[in-house]
């Protein structure tokens, strides 16, 4: 089992008791996040991973099993408030998470768009992704942190399983309403000018939901030692849940799956579930794992997995520098083979976001997973050196680092 190793910060700021299961499955998420995102930069794109009917097996469990990712990174957020409600009021932890969230949504607008994606600040092409959402959560966090965790849990959970009744909804004519829903159940388009586009990709309410789940399990890390059990069970629940409703094709998610000419293509119509807003399967699908995850960890994070750690320990830090890196890297690839790289500076239509691909751009898995590799290598000393500064100091800055 697991134990607190003393203080620390954890979930993009979030000051907690160290849990070294939580930091190690939230430095694989991380590392997994970076393979989704060298996909993004260095892939073929004439082919939507999700595509069940031209995608390859590899490339959809490729970005498959990065789906897991942005669900812990609402769900140990939650966590990690919970875990540092013991020493501080409400009222103070309610600061705590509104000022962040201000914070994450601040940084995703400049720096995370303006160097982590376009290389500019025409903000022609602007995508609301997942330090906007997260933002959010953390905002929407703060006032359900005076109720008992117990029911800020029940209220994520309700978000996570009705939110679905909305898919029905047809967007407003009115533009400032057509706007909100897209921002709360998009995804969709939050501005449309000539010369400005705002595109919301990670609607709020699933998100928010996720986010008061894992208050409620932080709760739960706070109050029993021994929560391996609570985690299996959780886990597995979830995982058949999925199953179960996946298999019935009524309620869950607005895609349903459908049978293929291969038995193989037929699995894959059965996983695609929809992240865009994250339906309740893609949750389950996606939430289930993580819970399994976080319960093998805790009975103590195996030694090759424990670089994770050090990747866990400073989410943030990790979350920008892979983007720039990624990008600069990028951009050194395409002046080695074209001569120029106005590719890569220059904001895309949103079909082709992040960038607009060159003639001939993209390279095979194989050399995807290579990239990937060597980046999420690369970070490792710089990501050892940063946890190792915000052990040893309390300055205040760090906290939004």
């Known amino acids: 089992m697991s134990a607190p190793t003393g203080g620390g910060f954890s979930s993009f700021g ?33 082919v939507s991973p999700t595509d069940v009917v031209r995608a390859s097996a590899p490339l959809f469990f490729t970005r498959w099993i990065t789906h897991i990712c942005a669900p812990v990174f609402f769900l140990l957020t939650g966590v990690s408030a919970a875990l540092s409600r013991g020493r501080r009021t409400s009222g103070q932890l309610a600061r705590l998470l509104f000022t962040r969230g201000v914070w994450l949504i601040v940084l995703e607008l400049t720096v995370v768009r303006c160097l982590g994606f376009q290389f500019n600040v025409d903000y022609r092409t602007t995508m609301l992704i997942v330090l906007w959402a997260l933002g959010w959560a953390m905002i929407a966090l703060a006032p359900l942190v005076f109720l008992p965790p117990a029911a800020v849990a029940a209220y994520g959970a309700l978000m996570i399983a009705l939110h679905n009744l909305l898919d029905g909804i047809p967007r407003s004519p009115n533009a400032m309403v057509g706007a909100l829903q897209a921002i709360l159940h998009g995804p969709g388009m939050v501005l449309a000018t000539p010369n400005h586009v705002v595109f919301a990709a990670y609607p709020l309410i699933p998100w928010i939901g996720v986010t008061a789940v894992g208050f409620g399990l932080g709760a ?94 400073v ?29 890569m500076f220059e904001s895309p239509s949103l079909d082709r976001y992040p960038f607009t691909q ?44």
């Not at 907690?16 to 590392?31: L, N």
């Not at 990937?372 to 309390?394: D, E, G, T």
């Open 358 to 401: 060159p003639p001939g751009w993209g390279y095979p898995l194989p050399i995807v997973y290579a990239v990937w590799a060597a980046i999420v290598a690369a970070l490792y000393l710089p990501c050892r050196w940063f946890a190792s500064i915000k052990a040893r100091r309390r300055d205040w800055w760090l906290s939004y680092l």
């Open 220 to 313: 739960v890390y706070q109050r029993f030692p021994d929560r391996r059990a609570f985690l299996l069970r959780v886990g597995v629940a979830c995982c058949l849940t999925f199953v179960v409703l996946r298999w019935l094709n009524v309620y869950g998610d607005p895609s349903r799956w459908a049978p293929q000419p291969a038995p193989l293509f037929t699995v894959l119509s059965f996983l695609n579930a929809t992240k865009y807003p994250p339906s309740l399967l893609f949750l389950l699908m996606t939430l289930g794992p993580a819970a399994l995850l976080l319960a093998w960890m805790d009975r103590g994070t195996p030694r090759a997995l424990r670089p994770a750690i050090v990747y866990g320990r």
């Open 315 to 343: 989410p943030l830090f990790y979350f920008v520098l892979h983007l720039v890196l990624i990008h600069v890297l990028a951009i050194a690839v395409c002046y080695a083979r074209y001569g120029t790289a106005h590719w």
């Open 14 to 46: 979030i000051r907690s008791y160290r849990i070294d299961a939580i930091d190690a499955v939230r430095g694989v998420i991380m590392i997994l996040m970076a393979l989704d995102h060298t996909r993004d930069f260095f892939g073929v794109v004439s």
